[in-house]
């Protein structure tokens, strides 16, 4: 990623293909079907090939879409053909109201949620990712997910039969709206779309807009026709959603972190053979830290793209603006400590401590 800017942001496509909505249900639905009444066929394949189905939400130009990418390949090459990654990005086959359906079905092998989307399935602590203004950078996160708190938040998962197998990084998000969002006035009745997250529809309220809750496929639609009126997102999903067509202004307010979990339906990982495990989990270590290594040039590049396209404002916070935004939604910790619950924040606040000695 260290040439022309031009020439990497022109990767970036410039726009997702119109979506033909009713098409995709119907592949849906077929394929869960048939998934459905397949599913033991995966437990049961031959110990020579194995397929595993990749889905997620985002566009391939991201860092989440790269990094699965990467994955594939690792996987192809190390396996020498015999393991085969299918991927499904956009959302083609499911979206983020029945992915995890999907996960426990046996219709895909592999998602990689955001770490927001995990609290509506019955894991609240994860929703600690989303407390506004928590992290002062991306080293501050990794402090939790590279740590002993990400690997016990991981392994919980296990209580509702899924297996955590590492995180990824997208970013910082950033407010959009058509018109500015600089200081807390500036959200006064605002529907503004948020991820199925408790914290982040209190930090939305904190700020006096209503939070509307949308899967993530549905945003660029609902934003377009008014139905909310705004969102916040790192930029390269703004951009890769061409949310930047119906949005005049992006606020860089970097007020909250996305960030994901790559899980796994955990009797279909542990029916693989202890050689394939290894080189999945291997590879896919290696995928999402190569993810994590791009995820701030994408979200550069991305910016630049926006900017080359001169359809939307783009407004940089003075640090008064962003202490302001911080003043308004600082009560939303000590509101939903209660959801997350206290022993996470506790652990939480121990991982981010300043490391210095008096
Ligand atoms: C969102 O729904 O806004 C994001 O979680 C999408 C994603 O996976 O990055």
Redesign the pocket.
Known sequence: LKGDPRIIASMLPPALPPVNQRRRWLHRVAVSAASALAAPAVLAQPARGLTLRFS???ADE?P?GLAVLRFQSLVAQRSGGRIQVLTYPDGQLYG?HDEMAALQLGAVEML???L??FGRIGFPEFELFDLPFLFGNLADVRRITQGPLGQRLLQGLGRHGLSGLGYLD?GF?QMSANRPLLAPSDFAGLRM???ASRVIAAQMRALGAQPVS???SE?RRALASGVVHG????VS?FWTQRMHEVQSDLSLTEHGY?G?AVVVNRRFWLSLQPADRELLGQALREALRYGDQIADAQNTLALAALRRAGSTRIHTLSALQRTRLREAVEPVHEALERRIGLGWMQAMREALKPATTG
Do not use: G
């Open positions: 997620h939400v985002v991201t989440k983020d990689a949620p955001s927001s989307k997208n998000k779309r948020v991820q949308l899967p993530f945003t969102t916040e997102n790192p999903n996305l994901y």
